[in-house]
């Protein structure tokens, strides 16, 4: 491939993570332009762009498009997809809408990226939630197989985009106001008066089992989403998955508990091992030493800790958090498009 | 019984607490008195009370005495349960030194009041992240057993005690001092300038997978807690438990993932059967009405909610919520003393 034009749909908090990201990998582009609803000037890190207005005819000399995506509605991929791979563009869509699609590879590239070559103009981003834990559990599937995973994730607010931390931000900004002069703590200072719009509840000082809307028999479309896309990443339906996804009052990163069970027999010495060579991930041996939240912001590995056995035979325990915007969004896709021009 | 004269023993986050719950309740004593290692003024819900300093002398003409714990270090109840006890007092320790003693009952009312009687002047409160689980699958293990219970807990600061709540509050200060100015949020904003004393690392806007200290094979001491204490509420050790404990930016309130599994064969409806029909717990059949810690805050009740079907037969996910310092401590602790007086 020659030096690819490369355009960027979606300026929120994933968008201008991709932007940033392909500048900081050095991504040999011929030219990276903006797209978004509405016209406007930005500023990414020191360099000025201009945002142009999204339409079917702008992809006419664009090779790779990274579309930002939007989780919980429609994505702009929807609409403009089509017209973006008749030009001759290649797809690499962050939003849920192709996931699933049988002639679109979903692509997490430690894991599937032979897959990549079979598709047909769009490749699709996997969820955040499921990208990390594929990640962390990629070199145990490969060695000893998945009989069960089950997870429950404690999610950042920026996983619900830019206004989503917003609201997150004002909500503090409105417990600070006159806390001084409350004196004594009690319990219930810790509601704020502030009218919640992205979030179904309070945020700060809470954990929301919520993400997403509710589906049948329960479970939000965030969690149906983590067993369904782990299925197709790992081509294999027999894993038995179980999800609770939560959200909690963290700004960026994703936490994971997972409890998952090898299909052959193994020790913790062998998935010890594995973790350690497992690629992308940085695997901490020492229990004290775990990953947090804030440390793995702005990071691009997938960082686990916390390896112990669980209470049934060939089960463990393993904590995995990842930066949700960047390996969890803006890196994948980035990484994606790399492997396009290696082929 | 005749009206017996009660002793709370520490003046802490729980123990205050305990006040409050043996007014609210009406528990019938004759005299109420507060103990602690120094002599103070102390104004409960703008009643005053005057803290005397705690000594095994003190005992003499005490009934009950409550003792409030200390999580992650030795309770007062190790230096003066004894002398309590010799003094013809009955102990009710929230502390963790004598819940796993033979001769010790660990009592959750709802569950094992029948074993109160076996107390030899010694009745122990449990983990109050074991409380609510155990609560929650009460009537669920009556009906159908357990065959394994994975739990995941998103933990309050409370259950840290009160200077734990105060660092947490200090942290939402540091963050909001300056904030309005900094203008456009970036990730490495949700770091605060902020030396913790309490946790071994920032809490607010992050989670940290540590409650207590680290113990053999990677466990936390409040992981092995959960373990071994639910083992001996329920008298049954075959259940296959395992846990991550996490502690999260809340004051109040712990939260739970609970995924089990059912010794005998069951459908959902059964499971919403029992949890309909369990004493103590409130709980909510409709997906989009689950608690949060925010709700469960200061009320007595254990909230559940969420329940699906799970990956593997007869497996469920429960999602349940508590006051840590009420149901998870205080509150449990009158209610043993409730039980006692009946007896």
Redesign the interface.
């Known amino acids: 491939m020659k030096k690819p034009n490369v355009a960027v749909v979606g300026v929120g908090a994933v968008g201008i993570e991709m932007v940033r990201m392909l500048k900081e990998r050095k991504f040999p582009f011929s030219s990276l332009r903006l797209f978004a609803r509405s016209q406007r000037q930005m500023n990414i890190e020191g360099e000025n762009y201009q945002v142009e207005v999204i339409s079917p005819q702008v992809f006419s000399n664009i090779d790779i498009a990274l579309f930002a995506g939007t989780e919980g509605e429609k994505g702009a991929a929807v609409t403009y997809a089509p017209a973006a791979v008749k030009a001759g563009a290649v797809v690499i869509d962050n939003g849920a809408d192709f996931r699933l699609q049988d002639n679109v590879p979903l692509i997490v590239p430690e894991v599937n990226k032979d897959k990549i070559i079979t598709h047909r103009g769009i490749i699709a981003n996997p969820n955040c939630t499921t990208i990390q834990m594929v990640v962390a559990l990629g070199e145990i599937y490969r060695r000893f197989g998945l009989k ?1 995973v ?1 997870l ?1 994730s ?1 999610q950042a607010a ?1 996983g619900a985009g830019r206004r989503a ?2 609201e997150l ?1 004002q909500e ?2 409105s ?2 106001q006159g ?2 002069e409350k004196g004594e ?1 009690s ?5 704020v008066d502030f009218n919640q719009e992205i979030f ?3 945020l700060l ?6 993400i997403g809307s ?1 589906k049948e ?3 939000t479309t965030e969690e149906i989403k983590v ?1 369904r896309e782990t299925h197709k990443i790992f081509s294999d339906e027999s894993i ?3 999800a ?1 996804c ?1 959200r ?5 990163s994703h ?1 994971e ?1 997972i ?1 998952f069970s090898t299909k052959t027999s193994t020790t913790i010495e062998d998935i010890e091992n594995a973790l350690a060579q497992t690629a992308g991930v940085k695997f901490f041996p020492a ?2 030493d ?1 990953p ?3 440390d793995a ?2 990071r691009e590995e997938v960082f686990a ?8 035979e060939s ?1 463990y ?1 393993i ?1 995995v958090v990842a ?1 949700n ?1 960047l390996k969890g969004a803006a890196l994948n896709a980035v990484q994606i498009a790399e492997e396009l021009l290696k082929n």
Chains 1, 2 share one sequence.
């Open positions: 069960k089950v429950t404690f920026s931390i917003q931000r503090a900004l417990f600070c806390s001084e703590f319990p219930l200072m810790a509601k179904s509840r309070q000082f809470n954990v929301v089992p919520q509710f028999e329960g479970f067993v038995k998955i179980a609770t939560v909690v009052p963290v700004f960026v936490s508990a409890y229990a004290e775990f947090t939240a804030l912001a702005q800790g916390r390896l112990r056995r669980g209470a049934e089960t325990w904590w930066d915007l």
